[in-house]
């Protein structure tokens, strides 16, 4: 079974500091990882992609992606209380068919 | 662009009844995947359209059909309602070119 995991929190951070939200996913053929963001009540928001090994950066966010050890994470600087929210890290499944991990929550505190 | 629409936003149904939702996707996406929501099983797949084939199914009974017509817009169909089948049930849609998808606002279904 395909499979992709996260940590389901909640998890609290601090205004202004650095959230770390972690995923692991079984399949080690898979080539491309995304980030979603759901604010409570509304559907998923597309935040990252990443494909390659290594960092990518995209303003506040920089997503890593390590192939070797099946590890994609998502880092948030300078956290603001607008970043609280879940999010869902997907991966597609052969035939490109998207799988969610079931979410961090994060909880940015003032 | 307009992005993903879905209708309706929100229903109320009994047990026994059946339901159908509709999708419209971005323009020129042609791929459709819908997903069921709910707080206990989080995002589970349902079924992907492209070009009116179905091309995935996830594991859900033969309750839960879809179908895309030749503007890409896409139905899915819940027939025999159950208590469990109340959740969010969201619509995506992707470019040919690419496994980016983008959500709809989704549909909230309860089941009463």
């Known amino acids: 079974q395909k499979e992709v995991e996260q940590n389901s929190g909640p998890l609290s951070v601090p205004e202004g500091a650095i959230a770390s939200l972690n995923c692991t996913y079984s399949d080690r053929v898979s080539q491309s990882f995304f980030w979603y963001r759901q604010y409570s009540g509304k559907s998923p928001e597309l935040i990252m992609s990443i494909y390659s090994n290594g960092d990518k950066e995209d303003g506040r966010f920089t997503a890593q992606l390590n192939k070797a050890s099946q590890y994609v994470s998502l880092l948030i600087r300078d956290s603001q209380p607008s970043d609280s929210a879940t999010y869902l890290c997907?991966?597609?499944?052969?035939?490109?068919?998207?799988?969610f991990g079931t979410g961090t929550r994060l909880t940015i505190i003032p | 662009k307009a992005g993903v629409t879905q209708t309706p936003r929100y229903l109320i149904k009994t047990r026994g009844q059946q339901v159908t939702l509709s999708c419209s996707p971005i323009s020129g996406h042609r791929s459709v995947s819908w997903y069921q929501q709910t707080p206990g099983q989080g995002l589970q797949f349902l079924f992907e359209y492209f070009s009116e084939t179905q091309r995935n199914k996830g594991n859900f009974p033969g309750r839960f059909s879809g179908r895309q017509f030749s503007n890409s817009r896409s139905e899915m169909n819940v027939s025999t309602l159950e208590l469990g089948d109340s959740a969010l049930y969201l619509c995506a849609s992707r470019p040919t070119s690419t496994d980016t998808q983008y959500f709809g606002p989704g549909t909230r279904l309860t089941v009463l």
């Open positions: 997907a991966v597609p499944f052969g035939n490109e068919k998207l799988t």
